[in-house]
């Protein structure tokens, strides 16, 4: 079974640059998350969604991260204009359904975006 | 707000030996846990989990312990091995239904062959 995908691997941008990422979740995962682990700390929520909808968005900055999930499957994570701050691992999980509640999440290999 | 904490960033142990992992959670309405580990430039991959109604679970070498009371859960990892070497985290989650987890911020283990 092939895992979550990412891309891509890593990223360097001048701050008020901008920049996307990329996320195919395992097939048949109904729920996908954005997660920004800033180095030395653990994975932090930006957003989730159900299908393509948006299930928890409350930790995401929208005055410059924006995010979505059409057709439900691949989902693209923007940020414009990128802080110096921004410089992290994202990381994108899916899961099987919402509510489904092993709280097993299963991840992707992340995306490392330094920003100069 | 950390509601999730691993106040050592650093273990080392010996191969065969047990190592601890330890986590603390401030938020009562946390019900469900679990442990990932990290191994460099690789996602977190799920290790074991606990529901509240329980203690302790075991799978293999892996034992996660559960104190409600204290609001303390560990991992035990008994006989430890170099492969066990990475960066474990625990989470938690509250299961209102968002499936959100709130991670700590991890715990390097080396396991020296």
């Known amino acids: 079974e092939a895992g979550v995908a990412q891309s891509p691997r890593y990223k360097i941008i001048e701050k008020r640059q901008s920049v996307a990422f990329w996320c195919n979740p395992i097939s048949g995962h109904a729920t996908l998350y954005w997660y920004q682990q800033i180095l030395g700390q653990g994975p932090k929520l930006l957003i989730q969604?159900?299908?393509?909808?948006?299930?928890?968005d409350s930790q995401l900055p929208k005055d410059r991260f924006s995010a979505e999930r059409l057709k439900g499957v691949d989902s693209t994570l923007k940020i414009q204009p990128a802080k110096l701050e921004d410089s992290a691992v994202y990381l994108c999980?899916?899961?099987?359904?919402?509510?489904?509640?092993?709280?097993?999440?299963?991840f992707g290999e992340g995306s490392r975006l330094t920003v100069l | 707000d950390q509601q999730v904490k691993q106040n050592s960033p650093s273990l080392s142990v010996q191969e065969g030996r047990i190592s601890i992992l330890n986590c603390d959670y401030t938020n009562s309405m946390f019900d469900y846990f679990l442990w990932y580990k990290k191994y460099p430039a690789e996602g977190p991959t799920f290790l074991i989990s606990?529901?509240?109604?329980?203690d302790k679970n075991e799978d293999g070498r892996f034992t996660v312990f559960l104190n409600k009371s204290a609001k303390h859960l560990s991992l035990h990892i008994v006989p430890s091995q170099p492969g066990d070497s990475a960066v474990y985290f625990c989470a938690a989650s509250d299961q209102t239904g968002a499936n959100n987890l709130f991670f700590g911020t991890g715990t390097r283990l080396t396991v020296i062959p």
């Open positions: 999980a899916s899961s099987l359904v919402l509510g489904e509640s092993t709280g097993e999440l299963f």
């Open positions: 606990i529901s509240s109604i329980k």
């Open positions: 969604f159900q299908n393509n909808g948006v299930v928890d």
